[in-house]
């Protein structure tokens, strides 16, 4: 459910009437694929298992806990799980921990991923109290599966470089530079963090 491609277009397009950086790099790179994921539970179990480690081993340890579990996808099946059993399956102690934490509060109801709340804030507070997500994996999360559209993962690195490429900056800016170069991109930006990414990928400034 994250932000269609017609929809990314159309702030894309808004955008480059707002920053002229924008309609430059789009002549270059074009526009960039939508990042869609899932809602729910499984998604964000994928980033804790992700976390740190290649998009490869990433794969193979999910794969294998998947195996192990059965129904990776059922929370209630993780809280039954040991964590030796977790381990043996290619998890941290940490992410082993992580991964009860997440599902403990999905059972719970403490987290529910049908109504987290409207306002990005609060829903990022709500996300990161589970252990091992921290604020970028919870701003992408809203992004790439809830499909919120004014998403600026501001710490991100590679949108970091990109922009400051992308507006002619000298030097990699800060969080907080971009956090406020992007205030007048506001409802747009989850589609220039999108397009940030594009750039970055494609080498092409």
Same mark, same amino acid.
């Given at each position: ?58 794969e193979?340890?999910w ?7 059965g129904?990776? @996808?059922?929370? %209630?099946?993780? !809280? *039954?799980?040991? =964590? ?7 998890? &941290?102690?940490q ?43 919870a ?15 501001? @710490?991100d690195? %590679?949108?970091? !470089? *990109?922009?400051? =490429? ?7 800016? &800060? ?31």
């Amino acid at each position: 459910m994250g932000i269609s491609a017609r929809r990314l277009r159309t702030s894309l397009d808004r955008l480059a009437g707002i920053e002229p950086a924008f309609g430059h790099h789009l002549e270059r790179v074009g526009y960039p694929p939508p990042r869609i994921r899932d809602r729910g539970y499984t998604t964000l179990l994928r980033t804790i298992v992700g976390q740190q480690v290649s998009v490869k081993a990433a794969e193979s340890i999910w794969n294998k806990v998947a195996d192990t579990l059965g129904e990776i @996808g059922d929370p %209630a099946v993780m !809280i *039954a799980t040991s =964590e030796e059993t977790l381990r043996g399956a290619g998890l &941290s102690r940490q992410k082993a921990t992580y991964a009860r934490s997440l599902a403990e509060l999905t059972v719970s109801g403490a987290l529910d991923f049908e109504t987290l709340p409207k306002d990005d804030e609060e829903a990022i507070a709500l996300l990161t109290a589970v252990k091992g997500i921290g604020r970028w994996s919870a701003e992408i999360y809203l992004l790439f599966a809830e499909g919120r559209g004014d998403i600026w993962p501001a @710490g991100d690195l %590679a949108i970091q !470089i *990109a922009i400051g =490429e992308m507006l002619g900056w000298p030097e990699r800016p &800060s969080e907080k530079q971009i956090r406020e170069a992007a205030e007048k991109w506001r409802p747009h930006r989850g589609a220039a963090a999108i397009f940030a990414w594009h750039v970055y990928n494609t080498k092409v400034i």
